[in-house]
């Protein structure tokens, strides 16, 4: 191959690669905005005054069945209650827009992430979670490995946080080069 050759090649490359990576996040956006959507419906329905534990079974479980004949995997019950309490967890403000620029979702945060973060009892431990997601470029992983090492928690009692930050971030870099992950759930969205 020429110069020339390789030249043109890698700047298609490049831009087939950013392509990607700009579809990935609109589809991701638009992704987790239709699962608040969602379980917004579930909970509104839930609340017409059928607020019987019987009836909110019965009706995830007659979502799922249909939902999963129309478009496929990702509308288990577990799913569908996994967007209820995403709902009923993440006020819209929090969950789907920056505060600084209203209305624009937070692309680098996946429906995996969110659905990490209901395990998260604390409010004030899921802001910082959400916040240490985004300026960090956490993967799920990460994620997982900080609610579970109770990073938080860890964070605040600890007398030398700086310490406790350098451990963390020691760590996310072994983990990011392992960590080209493709989101199995942007393909069953699609």
């Not at 929090?94 to 624009?104: E, K, W």
């Not at 992430?113 to 992983?141: D, G």
Request: aromatic fraction near 12%.
């Amino acid at each position: 191959m020429n110069l020339k050759t390789d030249t043109i090649y890698f700047e298609i490359k490049t831009v087939i690669e950013n392509a990607r990576v700009q579809a990935y996040k609109a589809i991701n956006a638009a992704m987790v905005q239709a699962y608040w959507h969602i379980g917004r419906l579930i909970v509104e329905q839930d609340q017409k005054g059928e607020t019987k534990a019987e009836y909110g079974k019965a009706l995830i479980k007659e979502l799922s069945k249909r939902l999963t004949h129309d478009f496929g995997k990702g509308f288990t019950v577990t799913n569908l209650n996994y967007m209820r309490q995403f709902y009923l967890t993440f006020p819209i403000d929090h969950a789907l827009r920056d505060q600084s620029a209203p209305n624009t979702l937070h692309p680098e945060l996946s429906w995996t992430h969110y659905r990490l973060m209901l395990k998260v009892e604390n409010p004030k431990a899921r802001r910082f979670y959400i916040q240490e997601c985004i300026e960090s470029k956490w993967s799920t992983r990460q994620l997982e490995r900080q609610i579970n090492s109770f990073y938080y928690e860890r964070l605040l009692s600890s007398q030398n946080k700086q310490a406790v930050r350098e451990e963390v971030e020691t760590k996310a870099i072994t983990l990011r080069r392992e960590n080209l992950i493709k989101y199995p759930y942007v393909l069953e969205f699609i």
